[in-house]
């Protein structure tokens, strides 16, 4: 089989679909790479739940400053003229409709785009919404980014979410290893899917139906490693 996509280079397809002049969050965990690779030629303006607009990428070396985290507290620098705020001005940007993406992690996505991303059903779980269910209704768009099965090899797409909604039917898009799945009025279409990856392959990985356009867009690696479409 096709050696699936990385997480960074899940994030580096993701951070090149989002348009110029968006104001973008970015969920804990996988999320955060995202701003690691938005393109130089666009002006993306990052928040994050913690209190941050104008986030810059992750911090390194010398550029780190223990004060300046994320939502996943780590690291990270920032742009010029960005602002930090307290709690109640940073959930009022998320539930107020003034962000144009949130990008979030997700245990599971239903068909219908429901989104689950805070409890699974494991004995250890410990529940952790955060200010996922305030981004999820409040954000214009939400794009969820996850691997397309979970570790026991089972599909993450499906039919109906078995775990805690954060959101009904808030997903817009979905990115995986594998695909790039559009969440529609009639269904899961793809949008792209991995070069070498067959549609009854991705089929049989993925519980919710999926819908494949023709011709289908694939998703292709420079000599960089850089994923494109074509």
């Not at 200010?131 to 939400?142: C, I, R, S, T």
């Amino acid at each position: 089989m096709q050696t699936p996509l990385t997480r960074q280079q899940v994030a580096q397809l993701l951070a090149n679909d989002i348009p110029d002049g968006a104001i973008v969050n970015l969920g804990i965990g996988m999320p955060t790479l995202v701003g690691d690779y938005l393109p130089p030629d666009k002006d993306i303006l990052l928040q994050s739940e913690n209190g941050i607009l104008g986030m810059g990428p992750a911090a390194v070396g010398d550029a780190i400053d223990p004060d300046l985290i994320n939502a996943s507290r780590l690291p990270i620098t920032l742009l010029p003229g960005a602002s930090v705020t307290e709690h109640t001005i940073s959930f009022a940007m998320m539930r107020g409709g003034h962000l144009d993406y949130a990008v979030l992690g997700a245990f599971q996505v239903s068909e219908s785009g429901d989104l689950a991303n805070w409890k699974t059903d494991a004995a250890d779980a410990i529940p952790a919404v955060g200010g996922a269910m305030d981004l999820a209704v409040g954000a214009k768009q939400v794009l969820a980014i996850m691997e397309h099965r979970d570790r026991d090899g089972a599909p993450k797409i499906l039919r109906r979410c078995s775990y805690p909604l954060t959101g009904a039917g808030v997903v817009t898009r979905i990115y995986t290893d594998l695909a790039v799945i559009d969440v529609t009025p009639d269904g899961l279409r793809v949008h792209a899917v991995l070069q070498g990856i067959s549609p009854d392959f991705l089929q049989s990985v993925t519980e919710a139906p999926l819908q494949f356009p023709d011709p289908q867009r694939t998703i292709q690696l420079d000599p960089a490693g850089t994923p494109r479409y074509v």
